[in-house]
């Protein structure tokens, strides 16, 4: 229901994950996957300045997903960038 809410927004040239008037492609799907009840533990980067980016790898370090396929990156050793609880 949150992706199809955001058809018509424009893409996010800056990657400003606290914004919601543009999005790029990697925070689409994890405010997607984060607007469901039971969501997984997943953690953006935390970036200079306190700005906060996510990325395919924080979706790779996430303990409650699977990487079913890859394309020159190997999936790194789950909590390799967040610690998880």
């Known amino acids: 229901d949150f992706a199809s809410s955001q058809i018509g927004k424009s893409y996010d040239t800056l990657f400003l994950l606290n ?35 996510i990325t395919n790898e924080d979706f790779m370090d996430s303990p409650d997903f699977e990487t079913v396929w890859e394309f020159n990156k190997k999936r790194p050793p789950i909590g390799q960038n967040h610690q998880y609880n």
Do not use: F
């Open 19 to 53: 914004s919601d008037m543009r999005l790029y492609c990697t925070e689409l799907v994890y405010k997607a996957v984060m607007s469901m009840d039971n969501h997984p533990r997943m953690y953006p980067h935390k970036m200079k300045l306190g700005w906060q980016l």
